[in-house]
């Protein structure tokens, strides 16, 4: 499946952007979809998930209940919707696709469809 994210910007601490991850070339539904970030000198890692099966959602620590995951399998996308930001939340954010068992599915090697990421920068 290929990805495409989008909706990423320049937000103030405190406030909100919601990303969007369109799929085209397949279904989400078929995938565990998650988003993941990147800050300068940073390793990548995880921000959400929810699960193909189910549709189950799951967060690090870091944006548990400031994020938000969701999917409209009518419009294929994947959406995540960030409030109450934080400096700390600037980052490239990557979209990704597979299907990791539930207790690998923060492990970014477990998924084999990305987007070309998009920069979030939250300024104080």
């Known amino acids: 499946v290929q990805l495409q994210a989008f909706g990423g910007g320049l937000a103030q601490a405190g406030g909100s952007l919601r990303l969007s991850c369109a799929a085209s070339?397949?279904?989400?539904?078929?995938?565990?979809t998650a988003w993941f970030r990147q800050a300068p000198g940073k390793e990548r890692e995880f921000v959400a998930a929810?699960?193909?099966?189910?549709?189950?959602?799951y967060y690090s620590d870091s944006v548990k209940g400031r994020f938000t995951i969701s999917r409209d399998n009518s419009k294929n996308t994947v959406y995540l919707q960030m409030n109450s930001l934080k400096p700390e939340d600037t980052a490239v954010y990557y979209c990704?696709?597979?299907?990791?068992?539930?207790?690998?599915?923060?492990?970014?090697?477990?998924?084999?469809?990305w987007g070309q990421g998009t920069q979030v920068t939250v300024s104080s």
């Open positions: 070339g397949g279904t989400f539904r078929s995938y565990t």
């Open positions: 929810i699960r193909w099966s189910g549709g189950n959602t």
């Open positions: 990704a696709a597979g299907r990791p068992i539930l207790s690998a599915q923060t492990d970014n090697s477990m998924y084999y469809d």
